[in-house]
């Protein structure tokens, strides 16, 4: 099963993808991550995404088509896919359909996370993450179990994301709106889409989504 978990800057696709590599062992292809990634390889291009993403702007399609075409030569292609963050554009979108179709591949779903607009600068204003194994947390919504050391590994190493200040987030949010909400209206016409009250518990959209997974199975 091959899906996208859609939605604005904060609606929880990280922490939702993660349980689905955990529960059913998926494999989350993150554009975000890989673009973190290369922001740290000291490369050109790390620099020019590096400032891109600070900024809360979309990089550019050429250079996340790249990454994602990377991903499915190599071992992550012959497994259930969750695409968290990609694609948000629809030459993204038309890309992916034609880099899945090479492998022999379809989407089965795409997952809509709804939540406001106060909800997510909450969100993402309250976010940390193990700076050892990524697992996100939240001050309020997801504290650790134990002040200070992460549930998953036991790390004391938490850090907060560069781009999670409020101007970033309303330039993320506006670039969701203009470039990647279209993509609703785009997998509805396809009948790909369902959507999510991405509002509710951690746990009742993780029940939710795996409802979605079942009747499309
Ligand atoms: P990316 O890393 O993809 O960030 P994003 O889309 O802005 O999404 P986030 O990671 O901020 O949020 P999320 O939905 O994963 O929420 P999370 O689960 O963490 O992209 C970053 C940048 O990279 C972009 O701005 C762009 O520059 C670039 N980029 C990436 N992909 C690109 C592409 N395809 N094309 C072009 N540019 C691209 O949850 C957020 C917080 O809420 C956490 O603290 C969590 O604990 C909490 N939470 C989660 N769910 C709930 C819940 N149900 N109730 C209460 N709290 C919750």
């Known amino acids: 099963m091959n899906i996208i978990l859609l939605g604005p800057p904060g609606a929880g696709k990280g922490t939702q993808a993660r ?11 993150s554009t975000g991550d890989m673009l973190r990634a290369a922001k740290t ?23 996340v088509i790249g990454l994602i075409e990377e991903q499915l030569e190599g071992e992550a292609g012959r497994h259930g896919l969750i695409f968290d963050g990609f694609p948000r554009t629809l030459a ?24 406001d607009d106060e909800a997510l600068i909450r969100r993402i204003a309250g976010r940390f993450t ?3 194994c990524g697992e996100v947390y939240h001050e309020d919504t997801r ?15 938490f850090v907060r994301r560069a781009d999670d ?10 670039a969701y709106y203009r470039s990647t909400a279209p993509l609703i ?23 939710e989504i795996r409802k979605i997974l079942k009747k499309a199975s």
């Open 41 to 63: 390889s000291g490369t050109e291009m790390g620099k020019k995404v590096a400032e891109v993403m600070a900024r809360g702007e979309l990089v550019t399609d050429d250079i």
């Open 143 to 157: 504290p650790t179990a134990k002040e200070g050391v992460c549930d998953r590994c036991g790390s004391t190493e």
């Open 130 to 132: 193990c700076a050892q």
């Open 19 to 29: 349980r689905l590599v955990e529960a059913e062992g998926m494999v989350q292809l």
């Open 185 to 207: 209206g785009y997998y509805h016409a396809k009948g790909k889409l369902a959507q999510v009250d991405g509002l509710a518990e951690i746990e009742t959209v993780a029940a």
């Open 92 to 115: 993204q979108a038309d890309a992916l359909e034609e880099l899945l179709a090479k492998k022999g591949k379809s989407l089965d779903v795409v997952i809509a996370m709804e939540v």
């Open 165 to 174: 200040n409020e101007e970033s987030v309303r330039v993320r949010l506006n």
